[in-house]
């Protein structure tokens, strides 16, 4: 009698471990690296400047200097990039890391498990491994795409850590000729 109790606690706690859910994936905030160099940014001296670019020319159809005040609104799409160090953001997705030798950095890329139900299509962290004073995130690159009856949507990002961000932004209503606007805001890194 006491062998087949134990046996039953055996197989009961069997089931219990077993269905213990699986633990949550740990990803990076992309947008808390980004809240990182919009507070340094607005307590910066910085000259800020950005610059627009209409279609594939490569000449600035505008240049701004933005006041440093404004610089969060100008990086709002970068902010609004999914958190994926949320858990019910992270369960959807999935991560890959490789080391490019060419570029000497580790690829964090995270992509959807189910592409059609996601607008970001594809999170990527660019990071310069350095084991004497740690690791340092180098570029963000995120892209996020919608589709509806107005046409479609297609903004792909670009941010180079303390010295400049890109947005290169695509519409195309049906029946049109896609609509292409890039900027460029530069920070640390006026050489470009």
């Given at each position: 009698?006491?062998?087949?109790?134990?046996?039953?606690?055996?197989?009961?706690?069997?089931?219990?471990?077993?269905?213990?859910?699986?633990?949550?994936?740990?990803?990076?905030?992309?947008?808390s690296?980004?809240?990182?160099?919009?507070?340094?940014?607005?307590?910066?001296?910085?000259?800020?400047?950005?610059?627009?670019?209409?279609?594939?020319?490569?000449?600035p159809?505008?240049?701004?200097?933005?006041?440093?005040?404004?610089?969060?609104?100008?990086?709002?799409?970068f902010?609004?990039?999914?958190?994926?160090?949320?858990?019910?953001?992270?369960?959807?997705?999935?991560?890959?890391?490789?080391?490019?030798?060419?570029?000497?950095?580790?690829?964090?890329?995270?992509?959807?498990?189910?592409?059609?139900?996601?607008?970001?299509?594809?999170?990527?962290?660019?990071?310069?491994?350095?084991?004497?004073?740690?690791d340092?995130?180098?570029?963000?690159?995120?892209?996020?795409?919608?589709?509806?009856?107005?046409g479609?949507?297609?903004?792909?990002?670009?941010?180079?850590?303390?010295?400049s961000?890109?947005?290169t932004?695509?519409?195309?209503?049906p029946g049109?000729?896609?609509?292409?606007?890039?900027?460029?805001?530069?920070?640390?890194?006026?050489?470009?």
């Open positions: 009698m006491k062998r087949k109790a134990r046996g039953v606690l055996f197989i009961l706690f069997l089931a219990l471990t077993a269905c213990q859910s699986t633990p949550s994936k740990k990803y990076i905030s992309i947008p690296l980004i809240q990182e160099q919009v507070a340094d940014v607005d307590s910066s001296l910085y000259a800020i400047t950005k610059y627009v670019f209409q279609g594939t020319d490569t000449l159809s505008d240049t701004i200097y933005i006041p440093r005040e404004a610089f969060k609104k100008a990086a709002a799409e902010l609004s990039i999914l958190d994926l160090s949320v858990p019910s953001n992270a369960k959807r997705f999935t991560e890959q890391n490789r080391y490019d030798p060419l570029l000497e950095r580790v690829i964090l890329t995270y992509t959807p498990i189910k592409p059609n139900e996601e607008d970001w299509q594809k999170q990527e962290v660019m990071v310069r491994p350095d084991p004497a004073t740690g340092k995130v180098t570029t963000i690159l995120a892209s996020k795409v919608q589709h509806n009856r107005d479609l949507l297609q903004v792909e990002l670009l941010w180079l850590f303390d010295r961000f890109q947005v932004q695509t519409t195309q209503a049109k000729e896609p609509l292409i606007i890039t900027y460029k805001v530069i920070w640390n890194d006026h050489s470009s």
